[in-house]
């Protein structure tokens, strides 16, 4: 009998063991077979497929154990720009379904090269099931020729011209403008970016906006951090022109924040400056302005460019004129100064001006056209005010204090108490109010997923009817062909339909009649 009672307590334990092992498995394996018993719809094969600059085509086949599926919608987002489409796609009521759905990408819906689309299916049977595919997340390309690509450090090249020695050349030229660019502005890359080198204007033209300005030979994108341009061989002069003219505006928006405005006049300027080569054109268009007093104010030039393209080569020649006449009056540590101030993001591009050189842009502009013996764009009175520096840069002068007695002191001290007595009493209230705010907030969380739970019925929110509409792509900037002039925009698909589920960074789920579970298709 006592060894009997001895064996009792390793028994429970056995007992107990197989027990706890057997919950434990029941506990990981219930959750799956719910799931499959709750959602009945799988996909078997999902594909994108780009034709620029026409059309992507959209595919899914997916079969349903329970009910014929009847409906199908496809959600796209472009992330860069929050813009978001909903499409509803037509189905033939069956239990296994194929779908296609073309995208537009051209005229309105423009996708430029390079950007990003994310998108997933939703998918509905006759008895209310709904299935959300995973995001799929892919790059829009120029499909139509085979590129060929290249990296070293940040730089990345693609190209497709098979001319013996083109990609080395290329390569080591941007090479050789990474480091010119940082000796002119004391910058350097902290971003990968990518130069798409087409071989023939009409090809380049063909990949760009269509509201592009018909003299724009090469453009960059410094929000997708790339650049278009064409160089037709090793000896081309466009290879010293535009590659160090799109790389200076990735540069310059690569290490000033979105939040500093720069006027398009400087970022021009600069880039024309830190070019290889200048167009004898923009010389000759800038004499004919100087001969006829008919420079361009800065004010027209701050924002775009014009539209003509005279106009616009006009307003090339004097933005590099200006940038050249600031490195030669004020120096180089002086405008290496100016962006340092502005890749901190703490000053205006007026402010920034006035700490490093000591002008703000309409005294700039004033002695520049004195230097070049025009017409003053400031009255006497004006030009008398110097440029005030802003008061985040200058050393405020502190008042010597006076001297006190031992009355003084112990006053202060007082005063210096009751300031310390409010400040505590005001935090504790401060604190005790939140505290009963969070401990509100909980409760309506807590009623709210009460109220969730009793919701059996999921109903899928109703398919936009909008279709895409144009907006604007944000800033992008270019420079001319010879003899030519800017830069302009071009539109995208901007739709206020919400995208994917807000607040899960796993992706879409997959929902039913019977509840949700996460998708793992």
């Known amino acids: 009998m006592l060894v009997h009672h001895e064996r009792l ?25 719910a799931k499959q018993a709750a959602d009945p719809i799988s996909v078997t094969t999902q594909s994108q497929s780009v034709h620029f600059p026409d059309y992507i085509d ?3 086949s997916a079969v349903d154990s329970l009910a014929p599926i009847i409906s199908a919608a496809i959600h796209l987002s472009v992330p860069m720009f929050d813009a978001n489409d909903t499409e509803t796609v037509s189905v033939t009521k069956s239990k296994n379904v194929t779908i296609h759905w073309r995208m537009s990408i051209s005229g309105e819906n423009y996708v430029l090269p390079g950007m990003s689309i994310t998108y997933y299916w939703e998918l509905t049977d006759s008895i209310g099931n709904v299935h959300l595919s995973k995001y ?29 020695g083109f990609s080395q050349a290329l390569l080591s030229r941007a090479k050789s403008d990474q480091e010119h660019l940082a000796q002119v502005t004391g910058l350097s890359y902290h971003h990968a970016f990518d130069l798409w080198i087409y071989s ?38 466009t290879l010293i022109r535009d590659m160090p003219h799109e790389m200076t505006h990735l540069l310059l928006h690569q290490t000033v924040p979105d939040r500093v405005d720069i006027p398009r006049w400087f970022d021009e300027g600069l880039a024309v400056y830190c070019q290889l080569f200048q167009e004898p054109e923009l010389t000759d268009r800038l004499n004919e302005a100087l001969r006829t007093h008919s420079l361009l104010p800065l004010s027209q030039i701050s924002e775009r460019f014009p539209s003509s393209s005279d106009a616009a080569e006009l307003a090339y020649a004097e933005s590099w004129n200006l940038v050249t006449y600031m490195y030669q009056t004020f120096g180089k540590t002086n405008l290496e100064h100016l962006f340092q101030l502005l890749s901190s993001g703490k000053l205006t591009f007026d402010e920034a001006l006035q700490a490093s050189i000591s002008e703000d842009e309409a005294h700039l502009e004033n002695q520049w056209h004195l ?69 509100a907030m909980e409760a309506v ?72 579970e996460p998708d793992d298709d």
């Open 9 to 33: 307590p390793l028994l429970i334990r056995i007992l107990s063991s197989l027990v706890a092992a057997w919950l434990l498995l029941g506990g990981l394996v219930s959750p799956a077979l």
């Open 58 to 60: 959209f595919q899914l």
């Open 136 to 164: 799929i997340n892919f790059n829009v390309y120029d499909t139509r020729f085979p590129w060929q690509s290249t990296t070293q450090g940040y730089i990345h090249i693609h190209w497709y011209n098979t001319l013996p």
């Open 200 to 237: 023939s204007q009409s090809a380049f033209r063909s990949a760009l906006p269509p509201d592009t300005f018909e003299w724009v030979g090469g453009v960059a994108f410094p929000p997708l951090n790339e650049a278009f341009f064409t160089v037709t061989s090793p000896t081309d002069e």
């Open 371 to 439: 230097a070049l013996h025009q017409p003053p764009t400031l009255s006497p009175a004006e030009m008398q005010t110097p440029a005030v520096p802003p008061a985040s840069t200058t050393q405020l002068r502190l008042p010597t204090p006076a001297t006190s007695d031992s009355h003084d002191t112990l006053l202060l001290l007082l005063g210096t108490a009751l300031m310390l007595t409010a400040l505590v009493g005001t935090m504790l209230l401060l604190t005790s109010a939140r505290h009963q705010r969070l401990q």
């Open 445 to 516: 969380q807590a009623a709210e997923q009460i109220l969730a739970i009793s919701r059996r019925d999921w109903q899928a929110p109703p398919p936009s009817d909008s279709s895409p509409s144009s907006g604007p792509f944000g800033r992008w900037l270019g420079r001319p062909t010879p003899g030519t002039g800017a830069s302009g925009g071009s539109p995208y698909f901007n739709i206020d339909q919400p995208f994917g589920l807000p607040g899960t960074g796993e992706g879409p789920q997959t929902r039913s009649s019977q509840g949700s």
